[in-house]
């Protein structure tokens, strides 16, 4: 059966069997009546309701320097090209070190460009979210100001050498989130970042993406590491020799792979995000919604990455919302059983009443070699697993030779991009199918 044919049974069964309403954010609302009316947003059984209607949610994020009033006109000024693609959510990822350049965490630029942004993105209708870039992996960077307030907040690895982001090639200088100085300085950036917008319209905020330490080194051995972890060692009562951090490079395996030590780790990194969560709320109030990256790759990495994946999800207790990342097993192509099965473990077992979606569902770059079919495959299995909340896309940005970018100079969909956006009216009758199923 063709693509077509079969959503076409699926949108007769829809329309008999499905009342819930699922859909655009309201995109037939006039303007001038969005602007004198404020809705109502809940996030509840793992859905996104708007006055009472669930809406699943299509989420643009596009990847630019919104400190930069150019760039920030222009995407205001697409905004209607995106909404036109039924985009109700834009998320906008603001890079710590576009808005500070001393490193203090204090904004040396202006935020009227973003507020305007956020307002514009709030009047059409659609749900400005907040974002923040802070970390140094995967594509952040520290401010330039920053090494020179805290020249010692470099991560080390276990060779004793401190450590540039060599997994993703950016060739960043990595910060270890077991300074003190560094975590204090970052939540003072998220906190003046959000006191200095319109923090009400905004749907959720996002702590940096994808925390974890790095998944091809190990980290971090530096004598602020030391002290947390001799602490904390202190504070769980634990006197196995073993546990304790040898004084000397390099660290031997046997203490890279040291069950206490990889606990520790994971709590910290799970803290390290709590903490971040509750520097939004400081500002924007205490039932802010807070979504979180949680990162399952090859379980190989996994230790590296942020010690025991369960005790990570185990320990993080600030989020609404988890977004699943990787959703697919790239390596051997299918569904990425082992990260579902884990989230929803700790929300079951921790009743944490997360919604359960994904990081980047498609972005331009990593899904480009699978088939049509196995497009669709991917977006179906992101509704077996749970989803009911929405799908993120990544970059939403017009450019053709834009290695990242899921649309054309013309803003015509590129092929990836297209098997959502040229059947969307189709994969929400499908959503609405299953839901009713």
Request: one cysteine or more; charged letters at 25%; aromatic letters at 14%.
């Amino acid at each position: 059966m063709s693509f077509m044919n079969w959503f076409g049974v699926i949108v007769c069964v829809a329309l008999f069997s499905c009342t819930a309403k699922v859909g655009a954010e309201h995109t037939d609302k006039p303007e001038d009546e969005q602007t004198n009316e404020k809705p109502v947003w809940k996030i509840e059984n793992g859905k996104f309701y708007r006055d009472g209607e669930w809406v699943f949610l299509k989420i643009a994020k596009p990847l630019r320097n919104f400190a930069d009033g150019n760039a920030v006109q222009q995407l205001i000024n697409d905004l209607d090209k995106l909404k036109s693609k039924h985009y109700n959510v834009i998320e906008i990822n603001c890079y710590w070190h576009h808005f500070d350049h001393d490193g203090d965490g204090v904004p040396d630029v202006s935020l009227e460009p973003l507020n305007r942004l956020i307002n514009t993105i709030y009047t059409k209708g659609m749900i400005p979210c907040l974002s923040v870039e802070t970390y140094a992996v995967g594509g952040g960077q520290m401010p330039a100001g920053f090494w020179d307030r805290f020249p010692d907040a470099d991560a080390i690895n276990d060779q004793g050498k401190t450590v540039t982001d060599t997994e993703y090639g950016f060739g960043s200088r990595v910060v270890s989130i077991f300074h003190d100085g560094y975590r204090e300085a970052a939540r003072t950036f998220i906190k003046e970042l959000t006191a200095g917008v319109d923090y009400e319209k905004i749907g959720y905020f996002e702590t940096t993406v994808e925390p974890q330490y790095m998944g091809t080194i190990n980290l971090c051995f530096s004598a602020h590491a030391k002290h947390a972890y001799d602490a904390w060692l202190t504070e769980n009562k634990i006197t196995d020799p073993a546990a304790k951090m040898p004084e000397a490079f390099p660290i031997p395996q046997s203490f890279v792979n040291n069950l206490y030590w990889n606990k520790f780790r994971a709590q910290f990194l799970a803290g390290w995000v709590n903490g971040d969560a509750a520097a939004f709320r400081e500002v924007a109030g205490p039932n802010a919604y807070i979504a979180v990256d949680y990162l399952d790759a090859d379980e190989d990495t996994m230790m590296k990455r942020n010690g025991n994946p369960e005790e990570f999800l185990a320990h993080l207790t600030a989020p609404n919302i988890i977004q699943v990342n990787w959703s697919w097993f790239f390596p051997e192509n299918h569904p990425n059983q082992k990260a579902y099965d884990r989230v929803h473990h700790a929300n079951d077992t921790y009743h944490r009443n997360w919604a359960i979606t994904e990081h980047m569902t498609f972005n331009g770059s990593d899904f480009n070699h699978f088939s049509d079919e196995e497009l669709r495959e991917i977006l179906r299995n992101t509704l077996k697993q749970g989803t009911r909340f929405g799908w993120e896309f990544v970059s939403i940005d017009n450019a053709t030779n834009g290695s990242f970018s899921l649309y054309n100079d013309d803003w015509s969909p590129k092929r990836v991009m297209g098997i959502v956006d040229l059947h969307w009216d189709d994969w929400l009758a499908y959503i609405r199918e299953i839901e009713a199923q």
